[in-house]
C-alpha cells in the first residue's frame, strides 16, 4: 500500500494523506539553521546544535505521536482546521504534503478555501520561511481568522524538557508590531535571541501559551482560537509561544499571502544591547526585511532549488530503471546531506540531546557528501581529528557548537581512529587535496598541541598496532562499529561477579572487523604514504597490514566464514562453536571489502555463507542465530528481542558492504540483489510494512525472527546513506575516484545493456557511457576519453578541459 508518490521532474516525493504509518518527515536548511519537518508541519527548529540551540520545542513520544510544530490554524465561522490536519484532525476536502529538496509544501482545503503553506529555510538566512497562501475558491466572499502558533524551546534542550523549577521562570518575550521576540535567557550572558515574525499588520497576538491554549485544553483546541481573538498576552516565565491573529477577507477567487520568519538572531558581545537592559533588535531587523515581499520569498525558494539542482549535477545516472534513478540523482544523495549535517543528533528518533556527532558515524557519512561540497567535507574532517587523543584514541561523539569532545561517553570504542584514515582518503582521493595532511589539528581540542593531521591518521594507525590481543587482533576495546558487542563489560572469569573494565581496557577481547579495517584503511594509509615519498613508513604499514592479514586467515576464519571477534575468555564470537549467533555479517563485508581471502576462496565462501545463512526478503540480518537470551559477557546485543536492532535486525548500514564485497568478486547480479532489497525507492509499495520514509533509508528493519519482519525503524540518520551510495555509485556502476585519477570498473547485474554517468571530478565534467553489448558482470575492455583509447580503465585527471567524454566497452 502506498501514501503517495514520487514526482520525479519536480524532485518531491508527494504524501497524499495525513495518516501515514509513521511521520514522514523532511529536512530544511543547508548549513547552520535547520528545521525537521513532518507531513503534518510538525518537529522543530535548531541552530548549529539540536541540543544547545533549540529554537522551538518539541515533545518525543508524545501521544498522538507527532504533536508539536509550526501550526497554523484557520478559523472559519464555527470550522477550525489546519492545512497539514493536524493539530485540530479536522477533515480535509484535499491534503497534500510534498517534501521537496530543502523545502516542504504542504496543502489543505476546506469547504472551498484552500491553504497552501511552503517551509523553507533559505540558503544564506538563519531562519525559516513559512510562506501561507490563502485563497477563496467558492462563490461567496469569506471572512477568515488565522492564528499562527510555534512553541518556543529555552535553547538548552536538555534542560528544557527537566530543570522545570528553574525554567517555569525564566521565559522572557517582547512584542513589537508584528514581530515576537523570545529572549528568555538573553539577560544572563547570552548574546542570542529568537523572532517570529510576520509581513501584514496583526490583530493581536499571543506569547502565553497557557492564555493561548487555555489550561485545560490542547494544540488541537486552543481556547484563543475557538474564541476568535487573540489574548495579547505577554509570558513572564512558564512556557513562551508566539502566535499571530490575523484576518483575511477574500472575495470569490480571491488570494492572499502571509510571510512569517522564525529566526535565529546572534549580536557579536559587545553589541548586546542598544540601551542598557534593552537586547539589541538591529540583527533581528536586518533579517526580517529580506522577507517582506512575496517576490523575496519567490527569490529565496529558487535559489534554494538552484542550490540543490547544482549540488546533485555532481552525479547524475541514466539507467533506464526509474527507480534506481530517482534513488541515486536526487534522494540517496540528500540524506547523504543530512546525515553530513545531522550525524545521529537530531531525527524523529534521535532527540538531539543525546548524540552531537559521532565519530565513526561522521567520518562514514562524508564518504557520501565528499562529492558534493569538498570545502565542507575538508572542514569537517579537521574538526573531527581535533577531538582526538594523543595516544590515537578518540571521543565517541563531539558537540557541533562547541567542537569539543562529549566526555560524558568518552572514548574506547577501538574502530574510531581508523575511520579518521578512511574519510581522509576518500576526500583526497575525490579532491586531489594532499594539503589537508599539513593542516594542524589539535589533540583534545587543546590547541597547544596541534599537529598537522597526517600525524593524526599516524596515529590512528599506530593506536591499532599498538593494541592487540593474544591472537594477535586487534583489541575491541568497549565495542567497534557493533556498539551492542560489548565484550568487556563482565566478570572476568567464568562464575566470578560483576566487573567491568575501564573504558578502553580490556587486553583480551578482539575484533575480527577492526583488523579487517586496519587491512583496508592501512594500505589506503599507506598510497598516502607513497604519495608523500614516505617509502619506508608505506613499506612498514604494508607489513603490518600482511600480519593482520594473515592473523585473520590464521585466527579469523571459522571454516566458511570469518569469525566475529573473540570475547574476553578469547572465546571466540560469530562461529559455528557457538550455540547462537554464529555468523555476524560484519566480518564477512569488511573482509571482503579488504581484499583478505580473495586468492584462496575464502572471500567466495564468505559471501556464499551470508547468502545461505543471513539473507532474507527484507535484506540480511547481522546475526544468525539470533540471541535469545542475556549474555553478560556478550552485551547490549544480546538485550534485544531477536530480530531487532543488532540481535539480528536487518541493519541496513552494513547491507552495502556486502554489495561492496559482491561487486568484488564480480557478483553483478548478487550485489544489485542485495542492493534492492533495502532499497527504500523499491519498498513503497509495501509502506504498511515498512512504514518508514519511501524516500530515506532507516537504520534497521526487523528482521526474520521478529514478530514485525520487514519494519523499518529509525528512518533517516544512518550510515546507510553513505554507504549505500558508495556501494552504487563506486562499486555498482564503477565510477571510482582514486589518488591517480578516475577509475571506471562497473559491476552490474548482467541484464544491463548499459548505462550514462555525468560525473564531476576535480573540476571536470565527465560525461561517461557504459556499454555493455555481451551482458557481462564485470570487466572492462577498453575506456576512449574524448574519442582517445586509453590504456587501463584508470583516467587520469584531465587539464585543460572542463568536460570529457568517456566510452567504456564491458566485456
Ligand atoms: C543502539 C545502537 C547505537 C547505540 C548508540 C544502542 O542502543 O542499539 O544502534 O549505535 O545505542 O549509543
Ligand atoms: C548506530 C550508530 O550510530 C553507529 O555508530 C553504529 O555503528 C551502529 N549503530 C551499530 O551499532
Known amino acids: 500500500m502506498q501514501f503517495g508518490h514520487f514526482d520525479d521532474s519536480s524532485k518531491e516525493y508527494v504524501i497524499t494523506t495525513p495518516r501515514t504509518p509513521l511521520p514522514w518527515i523532511n529536512y530544511l536548511g ?43 490554524y484557520i478559523k472559519d465561522g464555527n470550522t477550525v482546521w489546519n492545512p497539514g490536519w493536524q493539530p485540530t484532525q479536522t477533515e480535509l476536502d484535499a491534503y497534500s504534503c510534498r517534501h521537496g529538496l530543502g523545502y516542504t509544501v504542504i496543502s489543505g482545503s476546506k469547504n472551498k478555501i484552500e491553504a497552501e503553506l511552503t517551509a523553507f529555510v533559505p540558503v544564506h538566512d538563519p531562519c525559516e520561511i513559512n510562506y501561507l497562501v490563502i485563497r477563496n475558491t467558492g462563490s461567496s466572499p469569506r471572512h477568515l481568522d488565522i492564528f499562527s502558533f510555534v512553541e518556543f524551546c529555552l535553547w538548552n534542550a536538555a534542560d528544557d524538557s527537566s530543570n522545570f523549577q528553574r525554567n517555569f521562570s525564566t521565559g522572557e518575550v517582547e512584542v513589537e508590531g508584528s514581530t515576537i521576540y523570545h529572549k528568555t535567557e538573553y539577560r544572563e550572558r547570552r548574546n542570542h535571541y529568537a523572532v517570529y515574525s510576520v509581513n501584514k499588520k496583526i490583530e493581536g ?190 571521543y565517541h561523539q563531539y558537540q557541533p557548537l562547541t567542537k569539543k569532545g562529549n566526555a560524558d561517553i568518552g572514548s574506547g570504542f577501538n574502530d574510531d581512529p581508523l575511520w579518521l584514515v578512511a574519510s581522509t582518503a576518500a576526500y583526497i582521493r575525490e579532491t586531489g587535496d594532499f594539503s589537508i595532511l599539513d593542516e594542524k589539528c589539535a589533540f583534545n581540542s587543546d590547541p597547544s598541541k596541534a599537529v598537522p593531521l597526517m600525524e593524526h591518521l599516524r596515529r590512528s594507525i599506530r593506536f591499532t598496532r599498538t593494541h592487540l590481543g593474544p591472537h594477535g587482533l586487534p583489541q575491541i576495546g568497549r565495542a567497534d562499529w557493533n556498539d551492542c558487542l560489548n565484550l568487556n563489560c563482565f566478570s572476568t572469569q567464568p562464575g566470578e561477579s560483576f566487573q567491568t573494565f575501564g573504558p578502553s581496557e580490556g587486553p583480551v577481547a578482539e575484533s575480527v572487523f577492526i583488523a579487517a579495517m586496519f587491512v583496508k584503511y592501512g594500505k589506503e594509509y599507506a598510497e598516502l604514504c607513497d604519495a608523500l615519498h614516505l617509502s619506508e613508513e608505506a613499506s612498514d604499514i604494508r607489513k603490518a597490514v600482511k ?169 533517516w540518520l544512518t550510515g546507510t546513506a553513505a554507504w549505500t551510495f558508495t556501494a552504487i555509485s563506486q562499486y555498482i556502476l564503477g565510477i571510482q575516484p ?18 550514462t554517468v555525468n560525473r564531476t571530478f576535480r573540476n571536470v565534467r565527465y560525461h561517461i557511457r557504459v556499454e555493455n553489448p555481451s551482458h557481462v558482470q564485470k570487466g572492462v575492455i577498453s575506456v576512449t576519453v574524448n574519442g582517445k583509447l586509453m590504456e587501463g580503465n584508470i583516467i587520469p585527471p584531465v587539464t585543460g578541459k572542463s568536460e570529457a567524454d568517456v566510452v567504456v566497452q564491458m566485456g
Open 205 to 394: 497576538f499571543d506569547t502565553s501559551r497557557d492564555a493561548f491554549i487555555g489550561l485545560y485544553n490542547g494544540f488541537s483546541n486552543p481556547e484563543a482560537v475557538l474564541a476568535g481573538e487573540s489574548r495579547n498576552s505577554i509570558a513572564h516565565g512558564w512556557a513562551p509561544v508566539g502566535s499571530h491573529h490575523l484576518k483575511a477577507d477574500l472575495n470569490p477567487g480571491e488570494a492572499t499571502s502571509f510571510i512569517f520568519v522564525l529566526g535565529y538572531c546572534e549580536n557579536p558581545e559587545d553589541q548586546k544591547f542598544e540601551a542598557p537592559g534593552i537586547i539589541n533588535k538591529a540583527p533581528a531587523r536586518r533579517l526580517l526585511e529580506k522577507y517582506q515581499t512575496d517576490l523575496q520569498v519567490k527569490n529565496a525558494l529558487f535559489e534554494l532549488k538552484h542550490y540543490w539542482t547544482g549540488l546533485l549535477s555532481s552525479y547524475t545516472v541514466e539507467t533506464g530503471d526509474e527507480k534506481l534513478d530517482r534513488l541515486v540523482n536526487v534522494w540517496n544523495q540528500y540524506q547523504c546531506m543530512v546525515t553530513f549535517n545531522m550525524s545521529r543528533s537530531a531525527s524523529y528518533f534521535e532527540s538531539g540531546l543525546g548524540r552531537g556527532m559521532g565519530f565513526r558515524d561522521s567520518c562514514q557519512d562524508l564518504l557520501g557528501f565528499v562529492h558534493l561540497i569538498p570545502s565542507r567535507a575538508r572542514e569537517r574532517i579537521l574538526d573531527i581529528a581535533s577531538t582526538q587523543f594523543e595516544d590515537g584514541s578518540t
Open 547 to 715: 600480519e593482520m592479514n594473515e592473523a585473520v586467515q590464521t585466527s579469523g576464519w571459522d571454516g566458511k566464514w570469518f569469525v566475529r571477534a573473540y570475547d574476553a575468555y578469547s572465546r571466540p564470537v560469530g562461529s559455528h562453536v557457538n550455540d547462537e549467533g554464529q555468523i555476524y555479517i560484519e566480518p564477512q563485508g569488511m573482509c571482503v571489502m579488504a581484499g583478505i581471502g580473495l586468492d584462496n576462496g575464502k572471500a567466495e565462501e564468505a559471501l556464499k555463507s551470508v547468502e545461505e545463512r543471513l539473507d532474507t526478503h527484507f535484506g540480511i540480518v547481522l546475526l544468525t542465530p539470533a540471541y535469545t537470551s542475556y549474555h553478560v559477557e556478550l552485551g547490549e546485543i544480546s538485550s534485544y528481542p531477536p530480530g531487532y536492532k543488532e540481535n539480528a535486525g536487518i541493519f541496513c548500514h552494513n547491507n552495502p558492504w556486502i554489495v561492496c564485497a559482491e561487486t568484488i568478486l564480480g557478483h553483478g547480479n548478487r550485489a544489485f540483489q542485495v542492493f534492492r532489497k533495502t532499497c527504500p525507492v523499491y519498498l513503497e509499495e509495501i509502506s504498511e510494512i515498512h512504514r518508514t520514509e519511501p524516500y530515506a533509508y532507516c537504520q534497521m528493519v526487523a528482521g526474520k525472527d521478529a514478530p514485525t519482519f520487514g519494519e523499518g525503524k529509525n528512518s
Open 30 to 72: 543547508t548549513q547552520d539553521f535547520f528545521s525537521l519537518i513532518s507531513n503534518t508541519a510538525g518537529g522543530y527548529s535548531f541552530y548549529k546544535d539540536a541540543k544547545l540551540l533549540r529554537l522551538t520545542r518539541y515533545r518525543y513520544n508524545n501521544c498522538p505521536l507527532d504533536n508539536g510544530g509550526r501550526y497554523y
Open 738 to 755: 582514486t589518488l591517480h585519477g578516475l577509475k571506471i570498473d562497473p559491476c552490474i547485474p548482467d541484464t544491463v545493456e548499459g548505462y
